[in-house]
C-alpha cells in the first residue's frame, strides 16, 4: 500500500523558477524512500509540498491517502517533519521540547509523558532528558530532532538531510536509528540526501533527482544495474585544466566506435569509460591509448557506484558540485537541451 503518491507534482517559484518539475513517484508503508540530488535539485521543495507547508502549482500529491492540497489538516496529522534546520530550542531541555510538540498536537499529558519516555530511548538518549539541549551534541540533537518527529505516531515521518554537518561516526549511529525506526515501528521514512552512501545503505528505493527532475528511480541495485557493467577510470599526468581537457578529447576520439566501450563521460579530473567487463577491456585499452601516444597515469576499475549513476544520467558528479556556487539557470537550459535532442 503506498502512504504517497505523487502525479505529475510540480512547483514554479516566482521567476519562473521550475523547483520541481512534473515528477511522479510512490512510497510504500513502512518503506524508506530517499531523494538523492545536489544543491538545488528540489528536495526541500518536494518535501515542504507533501507536508502542506507549500502549495504545488500542479499535479497532485496525496500522502495517507489524503491530498495535500485539499485536505492539508489531515494531511499534518498524519506527518512528522525534521526540517533541513534544526528546530529546537536550545534553551530548553530535551523533555521540554518534546512535550511543547505533545501539545502543538494536542496530546494529553499522561500520553506525552509515556511517549517522551518512549522516544528518548528510541533515540537512545535516554538520561538526557532533563539536560538543556545546549548541552547536546550535533548527533544528539539530530536525534532529538528525530523523536520530535515522531511525538504523535504519524505514519510517514520527513527527514531533510538528516546527517549533514555530521562526522562520519555519528552519520553512521544516526542510520542505525533511522532504521530501527522504520523496522520497529513501521513508519514510512522519506529523506532526502546528497550523500550517495547514505541512500545507498539506507534506503529500499532511491530516486535521484537533479534540477527538478526525477533522472532514475528504484533499488540500489537497480540503479547501478541499469548503466551495467564496469567503470574504468582514466586519469592523466596532467595539472592543467587545458591539458585534462585535451587528454580527454584526443581519448574519447581514440576509443569512440571501440566494441567494448559502452559510454564515456569526463569525471572529476579523470575519463570514465563503461565497459561490459572491466578486465577483458583494459588491456585493448591500454594497447589503443598508447600506440596513439597518449599517457595514462592511473587506471582503475569499479563496479558503478550511485555517483556513476548519477553521472550517466546527469552529465555532471554529485561530488564536484559541493561547496561550488552553481549556476542553476544555465544548468536548467543545459538539461533542457539535451533532453530535447
Ligand atoms: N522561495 C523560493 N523562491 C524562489 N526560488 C526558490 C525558493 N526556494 C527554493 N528556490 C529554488 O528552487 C530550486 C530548488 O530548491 P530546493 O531548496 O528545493 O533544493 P534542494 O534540493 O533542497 O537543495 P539543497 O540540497 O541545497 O537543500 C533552487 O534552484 C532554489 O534556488
Ligand atoms: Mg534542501
Redesign the pocket.
Known amino acids: 500500500m503506498s502512504v504517497i503518491e505523487a502525479k505529475a507534482l510540480t512547483k514554479i517559484?516566482?521567476?519562473d523558477?521550475k523547483?520541481?518539475d512534473t515528477i511522479d513517484f510512490h512510497v510504500n508503508a513502512g518503506e524508506i524512500f530517499a531523494f538523492l540530488?545536489?544543491?538545488?535539485?528540489?528536495?526541500?521543495?518536494?518535501i515542504k509540498m507533501l507536508n502542506t507547508l507549500l502549495m504545488p502549482t500542479s499535479g497532485t500529491a496525496t500522502v495517507a491517502g489524503f491530498d495535500v492540497a485539499k485536505n492539508s489538516a489531515e494531511v499534518r496529522r498524519r506527518v512528522g517533519y525534521a526540517a533541513?534546520d534544526v528546530g529546537i530550542d536550545e534553551h530548553a531541555t530535551g523533555r521540554e521540547n518534546l512535550s511543547l510538540y505533545g501539545h502543538f498536537y494536542r496530546l494529553d499529558g499522561r500520553t506525552i509523558k509515556a511517549r517522551v519516555k518512549d522516544l528518548f530511548e528510541l533515540v537512545d538518549l535516554a538520561g538526557y532528558e532533563d539536560k538543556m539541549v545546549s548541552t547536546y551534541s550535533g548527533g544528539m540533537r539530530k536525534r532529538l530532532d528525530l523523536a520530535m518527529g515522531l511525538i504523535h505516531e504519524p505514519q510517514v515521518i520527513f527527514l531533510?538531510?538528516p546527517t549533514t554537518g555530521l562526522d562520519p561516526q555519528t552519520r553512521a549511529h544516526l542510520w542505525e536509528y533511522i532504521n530501527n525506526l522504520a523496522r520497529s515501528m513501521g513508519v514510512a521514512i522519506f529523506l532526502?540526501t546528497?550523500y550517495m552512501e547514505e541512500a545507498d545503505r539506507l534506503a529500499d528505493r532511491i530516486a535521484i533527482?537533479d534540477l527538478?527532475k526525477i533522472v532514475s528511480l528504484g533499488t540500489s541495485g537497480e540503479l547501478k544495474k541499469s548503466i551495467g557493467g564496469d567503470v574504468v577510470t582514466l586519469t592523466p599526468p596532467v595539472e592543467r585544466d587545458e591539458e585534462l581537457r585535451e587528454f580527454i578529447k584526443r581519448t574519447e576520439a581514440v576509443l569512440a566506435g571501440q566494441p567494448f566501450v559502452a559510454e564515456m563521460k569526463p569525471s572529476d579530473g579523470a575519463l570514465a569509460v563503461y565497459v561490459n567487463d572491466g578486465s577483458s577491456a583494459v588491456p585493448d585499452m591500454m594497447q589503443i591509448l598508447s600506440g596513439q601516444g597518449i599517457d595514462v597515469k592511473t587506471i582503475s576499475i569499479s563496479r558503478p557506484s550511485l555517483d556513476d549513476v548519477f553521472l550517466k544520467y546527469t552529465g555532471r558528479t554529485i561530488r564536484t558540485q559541493e561547496g561550488t556556487r552553481t549556476n542553476?539557470a544555465q544548468l536548467r537550459r543545459q538539461a533542457n537541451r539535451r533532453r530535447n535532442q
Open positions: 517559484y516566482p521567476g523558477i523547483a520541481v540530488g545536489p544543491n538545488g535539485a528540489g528536495k526541500t521543495t518536494t533541513q531533510d538531510e532526502t546528497h533527482i527538478g542553476f
